[in-house]
T-cell receptor
């Protein structure tokens, strides 16, 4: 089955720790995205990548980092510089030439 | 500042009613307007989408109306069912036909929580 997988489903972080969220897609999509969702604020773009080895900052990139070494993978690292990381993180992907992005199931990150 | 404004924040309708969700945008470079449906704890699912050269699009019980001059679009859920109870997000983006470097970046509205009572 083609799709987007995110792991883990739930993640707990202590203050000062970096954590990495995994996102893999087997849809052969060109672009991949990371969004953050907070209650009442919709989804906000953190980073996006349209091609391997290239990525761009979104609207709220501070405190986050990404890499795109393979077309199918786009991991997100939440660093200790992100002061309010508790949120629902969603990965998405899309094909070049179309604009409908497909989302993964999400990772819920909680800071202890 | 949100580039896409969505209203209402929540609404409750009876089974068979027609919830209507409205969205407005400012950026005239947007040329693709999808709607997403999200259930609690799940990722959003693409529901239906429209381009500005079309004034209306229907897929099953879901209809998008688009008013290019007013820069507004809306989602209607016909014959709503309790299973339609979810949060709905409108979004807007610029396609690859319009831009080479920022295509596909979705700007989302804040979401509307729809409850359909039995």
């Amino acid at each position: 089955d083609g799709g987007i997988t995110q792991s883990p489903k739930y993640l707990f972080r202590k203050e000062g720790q970096n954590v990495t969220l995994s996102c893999e897609q087997n849809l052969n999509h060109d672009a991949m995205y990371w969004y953050r969702q907070d209650p009442g604020q919709g989804l906000r773009l953190i980073y996006y990548s349209q091609i391997v080895n290239d990525f761009q900052k979104g609207d709220i990139a501070e405190g986050y980092s990404v890499s795109r070494e393979k077309k199918e993978s786009f991991p997100l690292t939440v660093t200790s510089a992100q002061k309010n990381p508790t949120a629902f993180y969603l990965c998405a992907s899309s094909i070049y030439g179309t604009s409908g992005a497909f989302f993964g199931p999400g990772t819920r990150l909680t800071v202890l | 500042q949100q580039q896409v404004k969505q209203s209402p924040q929540s609404l409750i309708v009876q089974k068979g009613g027609i919830p209507i969700i409205n969205c407005a945008y400012e950026n005239t470079a947007f040329d693709y307007f999808p709607w997403y449906q999200q259930f609690p704890g799940k990722g959003p699912a693409l529901l239906i989408a429209i381009r500005p050269d079309v004034s209306e699009k229907k897929e099953g019980r879901f209809t998008i109306s688009f008013n290019k001059s007013a820069k507004q679009f809306s989602l209607h859920i016909m014959d709503s069912q309790p299973g339609d109870s979810a949060t709905y997000f409108c979004a807007a983006t610029t396609s690859a036909a319009m831009t080479t470097d920022s295509w596909g970046k979705l700007q989302f509205g804040a979401g509307t929580q729809v409850v359909v009572t039995p």
